[in-house]
């Protein structure tokens, strides 16, 4: 079975500019999660998505938004990136619990 | 609040030698309770999981850990570390229900293996 897959694995981008970060969930699993990993601050969580449609969101601003394809696919928007957005960003699926993690996009902001 | 707390930043201990990382949680409710481990560069995986019952949970890798109500607590075990076992491990909360669906995460605990 195909665990988690995000892409692209590394991202540099300059501040200002957008980043675009993909996941393909585990077959099966409807919620796809992000969270971001940065240092010093720990594993938060960004967006939960559930069959299509945004269910919560962490305590994140606008800028940082994505979507649920139907094939259960998502992708993390990035706008008007900021210095403080370098970070490990990590997407999980799951069917209910428990979650299960891919390997993480990282994303440098020069 | 809901909140979890991970007390040691870091340990290290000898190759061979039993290990136990600490957990506290802050939850009104009964929690779902996980265990991940992070190498460098990678992602989280899950160790463990415990949803209700039998409150000592064996997980992979040769990890259990045990569900304590009294003390709010969720501790990982294993009775001999191997060098492999260098990583950093995460212990988190879920919610019953799944209104929230996220996971709170503890800060981490690093943990280096001495040969």
């Known amino acids: 079975e195909a665990g988690v897959t995000q892409s692209p694995t590394h991202l540099i981008k300059t501040r200002g500019q957008q980043a675009t970060l993909r996941c393909s969930p585990i077959?099966?699993?409807?919620?796809v999660y992000w969270y971001q990993q940065a240092l010093g601050l720990g594993l938060q969580f960004l967006l939960w998505?559930?069959?299509?449609?945004?269910?919560n969101r962490g305590n994140f601003p606008p800028r940082f938004s994505g979507r649920q394809f139907p094939n259960y696919s998502s992708e993390l928007n990035v706008n008007a990136l900021e210095l403080e957005d370098s970070a490990l960003y990590l997407c999980a699926s799951s069917l209910g619990q428990p979650q299960h993690f891919g390997d993480g996009t990282r994303l440098s902001i020069l | 609040a809901q909140s979890v707390t991970q007390p040691d930043i870091h340990i290290t201990v000898s190759e061979g030698a039993s290990l136990e990382l600490r957990c506290n949680y802050s939850y009104g409710a009964t929690p779902y309770l996980f265990w991940y481990v992070q190498s460098p560069g990678q992602g989280l995986q899950l160790l463990l999981k415990y949803f209700s019952g039998d409150t000592l949970v064996q997980g992979i890798k040769g990890f259990e850990a045990e569900f304590k109500r009294s003390q709010s607590s969720f501790n990982l075990r294993k009775p001999s570390v191997h060098w492999s076992d260098a990583a950093e491990y995460f212990c988190?909360?879920?919610?019953?229900?799944?209104?929230?669906?996220?996971?709170?995460f503890g800060k981490g605990t690093k943990l280096s293996v001495k040969p």
């Open positions: 077959s099966g699993h409807t919620s």
């Open positions: 998505y559930d069959e299509g449609e945004e269910r």
């Open positions: 988190a909360l879920g919610y019953e229900g799944g209104s929230q669906g996220n996971l709170i």
